[in-house]
């Protein structure tokens, strides 16, 4: 089973774009996934190519009309995810992208101006994504971002099966900080237990600083990481303070 992606965009020339180098490239080249872009004006209804309109109530900006879009989709829909970018959306997972690269693909509707129709959320079975809280010209760049993480996930892809599993949000924490060559750099040294050749050791020490660095950072997914309440990041229990 070949991963294939469709998008629908108004821009298809942004496609491949970083998608058809490094590793997803790469893949692409040797068909462990396939890329097919479809421009949504070529489904207007009137001469002038003509899918967007003002908003209804009035206020800034254009929306995209829901019956150039739902032609578009149609057009492509095959059973396969339908994903619509959208800072409205529900936001990326790791574990939403491992579902999506186990699949067969997706479509991936890329927005402009000031976004969608609401109707084509009701009428066809679109899942708004969000890939962070911040506002993009439009969602293309957000739909590279979709592929490239599941394309990596792909078998072959990775140089090694395992290069992933210790990563960022793989096992619900931040990954471990790494360190290489030289040994030191500007008065700054690698830590010792990391030269210490000791696996029992380095493997500690790498959980305990990716625990305290994801309390510190991300408090979010230190609580959906569900540690109980009063251990420190090594696992000890705190001692309480006393009055």
């Known amino acids: 089973m070949t991963f294939r992606a469709s998008i629908l965009t108004l821009y298809?020339?942004?496609?491949?774009?970083?998608?058809?180098?490094?590793?997803a490239g790469r893949a692409l080249?040797?068909?462990k996934w396939a890329l097919d872009v479809t421009n949504i004006r070529d489904f207007a209804v009137d001469k002038h190519k003509t899918v967007d309109d003002t908003p209804a109530g009035g206020g800034a900006g254009?929306?995209?009309?829901?019956d150039v879009l739902a032609a578009a989709l149609d057009?492509?829909?095959?059973?396969?995810?339908?994903?619509?970018m959208s800072p409205r959306g529900k936001p990326l997972t790791q574990a939403r992208v491992r579902e999506l690269s186990a699949g067969e693909g997706a479509i991936i509707l890329c927005g402009r101006f000031e976004g969608f129709d609401e109707r084509i959320f009701e009428a066809r079975d679109v899942e708004p994504v969000s890939?962070?809280?911040?506002?993009?010209?439009g969602g293309e760049l957000g739909a590279m971002v979709v592929l490239?993480?599941?394309?990596?996930l792909l078998d072959g892809v990775m140089g090694a099966a395992s290069s992933g599993e210790d990563e960022s949000f793989e096992t619900g924490l931040l990954e471990y900080p790494h360190y290489t060559r030289p040994q030191e750099w500007e008065g700054r040294t690698i830590p010792e237990v990391l030269r210490s050749g000791d696996h029992a050791k380095i493997a500690a020490w790498r959980k305990a600083r990716a625990i305290e660095d994801t309390r510190l950072r991300r408090p979010d997914l230190w609580q959906a990481h569900g540690e109980l309440a009063g251990?420190?990041?090594s696992g000890v229990q705190r001692?309480?303070?006393?009055?």
Do not use: H
């Open 131 to 137: 890939i962070g809280d911040y506002i993009l010209s």
């Open 29 to 31: 080249e040797e068909g």
């Open 231 to 233: 251990q420190s990041p």
């Open 62 to 66: 254009m929306v995209l009309r829901c």
């Open 239 to 243: 001692e309480k303070k006393k009055d």
């Open 148 to 152: 490239d993480a599941c394309i990596r």
């Open 75 to 84: 057009s492509v829909a095959d059973g396969r995810p339908t994903l619509a």
């Open 12 to 23: 298809p020339d942004m496609f491949p774009g970083p998608l058809g180098t490094s590793l």
